[in-house]
């Protein structure tokens, strides 16, 4: 983006300063507009037409790159996330930086009245700036709307992954979907803590439903298995299909003597082993004993 | 940023103390208990070294907000022989003489941010950063 | 004032429970301590419970390294129980690996495998 020249402009704005503070308040706080509290929206434009004429006094090319927009940029976020946390839309917030438009116009016109070109040209310098400073509240909505769908995301990957008691002293958790480093590390966190709320002894990791392993969930679960080895339980992982021993073969994982099953019966059947523990089958009346 | 606070690295009890401040840095700034724990346990290591290797120096704690992200970030500095092969001693089981382990390459791992200064001679500086 | 851990005997075993931060003098007379006690009382096991802490570094792992040697010289096995999840994720990517130590959940569990360790070796010792 080519720089605005913003010297003419910075003179008629600081010339101004305190008119174009009331005129703009007077602005937000009109009748049609959502009702900004008049001294919070005071005391934000006033800081902003400070940093406004700052930035421009530095004559620092556009809002979107030069670091002496750099306070501006954080004001508009603040602005921005406070408005969006009180419910206010994007567009009324973006209405913030667009209402001083026409005070702005106003001084603009005035202070130009006898030169149409510089008038243009003034009033096309001033419209360029205050778009890209009011679509920079908008993107800082945007910022933290995917903020807030980010976490959601995350409180559903608890959710998702449920342990569950198999026997006395077993624990499984069945993992579905594919696993990323995120979703493996709080799978981690949530086995390891059932093993400490139950005392299980062992804990069977089924992946059957787990289409691809990549070197980073390997090494992952791995570290699952060792972190729950110093805790004294052991890890089983069951349900490792022929594409995924291929996989982790050719990645060079070393599983080290991780104990591995291809389903989740074998799995049971040793954990019941290790633990103690078997299943009888009650003989039928009358057979041969 | 808020104003850092500085500790002294002069004794075994000093070791505790940085743990102690880093803990409730750490919980001021809502950091999940794991992450907690994976901070306190860096600056535990750190702290002993800058006791051990570097003959003393001091913590520097600052709790970070930068841009609304909220972050713990401690610096140890020491005046110590500094470390002649930085590189020797980032690697995994690097033991220097006296049999005690550095840490470094674990406690690099702990964190988010790891940066570390030292040349033999003149001391040592290594800063550590968890995000929130 | 003196503070010293405390070790309990029970039975042919001996337990600790280590619940503040231990530093370098404490440690010290920690092992020094244990290692007198197995000795005199021909201890066949050790049990450390460090449920109570919340970290754990690499000089306290090397510590209950040391312990688990000093001990097993003196024929006695020693098993870590307790460990919090958070302290063992830490410990894993910190890249620590407690050797010679034995882990379990509660001193239950650890009192069944020196229990079993214990029968073992008396069941070795049949003419």
């Not at chain 2, 070791?15 to 794991?34: D, F, H, K, T």
Request: aromatic residues 4%; proline residues 4%; charged residues 20%.
């Amino acid at each position: 983006m080519a720089d605005i020249n913003t010297n003419r402009i910075f003179e008629v704005i600081s010339q101004h300063e305190n008119e174009l503070l009331d005129e703009w308040v007077a602005e937000l706080a009109a009748p049609g507009g959502r009702g900004f509290p008049v001294a919070d929206a005071r005391a934000q434009a006033k800081e902003f037409l400070g940093l406004l004429t700052d930035a421009l006094r530095r004559g620092d090319g556009a809002p979107n790159g030069g670091p002496a927009w750099a306070p501006m940029r954080a004001l508009l976020e603040t602005v921005s996330s406070e408005r969006g946390t009180a419910g206010f839309t994007p567009s009324e917030t973006a209405t913030f930086v667009f209402s001083f438009k026409k005070p702005l116009f106003a001084r603009i016109r005035r202070a130009f009245d006898k030169d149409p070109e510089a008038l243009f040209s003034e009033l096309w310098t001033a419209t360029r700036l205050l778009d890209q400073l009011g679509l920079l509240t908008t993107e800082a909505h945007q910022k933290s709307r995917d903020e807030i769908i980010r976490r959601q995301q995350e409180d559903m990957l608890e959710l998702s992954t449920p342990v569950v008691k198999l026997w006395d002293g077993v624990l499984a958790l069945p993992m579905i979907g594919t696993l990323d480093s995120q979703r493996t590390q709080i799978v981690m966190e949530t086995l390891l803590q059932s093993i400490a709320d139950t005392g299980a002894q062992i804990a069977i990791v089924d992946i059957t439903g787990v289409p691809t392993v990549d070197t980073l969930v390997a090494q992952h679960l791995l570290k699952t298995v060792s972190a729950a080895r110093l805790m004294g339980a052991e890890c089983i992982i069951s349900g490792v299909r022929p594409q995924i021993a291929q996989t982790i073969v050719h990645l060079g994982v070393n599983l080290g003597d991780v104990i591995t099953k291809a389903t989740l019966a074998d799995a049971f059947r040793v954990a019941l082993q290790r633990t103690g523990q078997s299943i009888t089958r009650p003989v039928a009346a009358g057979a041969q004993p | 940023m808020s104003s850092p606070e500085t500790l002294e690295i002069r004794t075994e009890p000093d070791i505790v103390s940085v743990r102690q401040a880093v803990r409730a840095c750490s919980v001021s700034i809502g950091l999940s208990l794991i992450d907690q724990t994976k901070m306190v346990t860096a600056a535990s290591e750190l702290a002993r070294n800058t006791l051990q290797h570097g003959g003393g120096g001091q913590a520097r704690l600052e709790i970070l907000d930068e841009r609304g992200r909220k972050g713990v970030r401690v610096t140890f500095e020491d005046r110590g022989p500094g470390i002649a092969n930085l590189e020797l001693a980032l690697r995994d089981g690097y033991t220097s003489a006296g049999g005690l382990g550095m840490g470094l390459g674990g406690s690099r791992r702990l964190v988010n941010q790891f940066e570390i200064h030292s040349e033999a001679g003149h001391g040592t500086r290594v800063t550590i950063t968890r995000w929130k | 004032m003196d503070a010293r851990i405390p070790i309990l005997k029970m039975g042919p075993f001996l337990l600790v429970t280590i619940q503040v931060e231990l530093q370098d003098q404490l440690a010290m007379q920690l092992q020094t301590d244990l290692t007198e006690r197995v000795s005199a009382t021909s201890a066949k096991g050790v049990l450390i419970d460090i449920s109570s802490l919340e970290v754990v570094d690499s000089f306290m792992g090397r510590m209950l390294s040391t312990i688990a040697a000093m001990s097993r010289i003196l024929d006695a096995e020693t098993v870590v129980v307790g460990m919090r999840p958070a302290v063992a994720i830490t410990l894993v990517e910190l890249g620590l690996k407690l050797s010679g130590v034995r882990t379990a959940l509660d001193v239950e569990r650890g009192m069944q495998i020196l229990r079993a360790r214990a029968l073992a070796d008396g069941a070795n010792e049949q003419p």
